[in-house]
């Protein structure tokens, strides 16, 4: 197990849940406002009965290890404990060595910089690996025993827990801005998870593949893969080609495929964290640096 246990993804957890806990204690505690999940179990236990976040978070989420461990496997476990651990020591720190950022006359900008924080943390420490506990292990175990998707357990779970903390302490104000917070986060952790660097995706149908894949190749320097297709209606069999360019270039690829074929049916799509030659990797397999 423990060569299977990286380095890099150790120390980019520990510095996703440093952001995360920053954002929680300098942005939802500063401000009153919940978030959604454990964490927001653990701000609603705060403001009602002064317990403190590092401790709660910890407790919630001991008999959660202890029911999920072979849910998550060996790596991601051992990475789940290292998120949560690391989280709640954050939180313990921020709370005492705390750098005032009262927002609470402009909570549109506290609900910006508390999705923004929550979701670089939580989306850095999703992308390697990690999970702080919590409703994520739920959603897998629903997912496993009752079928349900992992989205939708989450969501009904953080609909339930900013519902409840409306009632106990929030404003309908606060728990609006609440919401936009929520929102920006998931926002944020989608775009962390799906990559800062995104390309576009082309499938061409034309009379003339070849013609277009070898312009293509030549003029743009890019690769072209040849799928093996057939016409619905006709039920004839024809190339179709499949080619991903930066997203600066596809008005460059338009041009190339109608100057060759001006009747080719073309179909862009966006595509997310490109992985590589052309991309991640030079000519030579080895890795760019973007």
Not at 59 to 64: A, E, S, T
Not at 224 to 234: E, H
Not at 278 to 284: S, V
């Amino acid at each position: 197990m423990l060569q299977d246990l990286r380095i890099k993804n150790i120390v980019f957890i520990l510095i996703g849940s440093g952001i995360f806990g920053f954002g929680l204690v300098h942005f939802n505690i500063q401000n009153n406002l919940a978030e959604g999940g454990f964490t927001g179990i653990t701000l609603l236990l705060y403001f009602l009965f002064h317990i403190d976040p590092s401790i709660s978070n910890l407790v919630l989420n001991i008999p959660l290890f202890i029911i999920g461990w072979r849910v998550l496997g060996k790596t991601s476990f051992v990475y789940t404990i290292i998120g949560t651990v690391s989280l709640s020591l954050y939180l313990w720190i921020f709370q005492r060595y705390q750098i005032q950022m009262p927002l609470k006359d402009d909570l549109t900008l506290a609900a910006l910089f508390a999705g923004v924080s929550i979701g670089i943390g939580l989306g850095i420490i999703f992308r390697y690996g990690g999970t702080t506990g919590g409703v994520d292990i739920i959603a897998r175990l629903t997912h496993r025993y009752i079928g349900w998707s992992m989205g939708k357990t989450m969501f009904l779970f953080d609909l339930c827990v900013i519902t409840i903390s409306w009632v106990a302490y929030l404003s309908y104000k606060e728990a609006m801005y609440t919401l936009v917070a929520v929102f920006v986060g998931a926002r944020v952790i989608d775009f962390m998870q799906e990559g800062a660097y995104a390309a576009k995706g082309a499938t061409i149908i034309s009379n003339l593949p070849e013609e277009i894949s070898a312009k293509i190749m030549k003029e743009m320097d890019r690769g072209v893969t040849i799928l093996k297709g057939q016409g619905s209606y006709s039920k004839q069999d024809r190339n179709v080609l499949y080619c991903v360019v930066g997203k600066n270039e596809i008005v460059r690829l338009k041009n190339v495929i109608t100057s060759v074929d001006p009747h080719a049916f073309v179909a862009v799509s966006d595509v997310h964290d490109v992985l590589g030659e052309g991309f991640t990797l030079d000519e030579n397999k080895k890795p760019l640096s973007r």
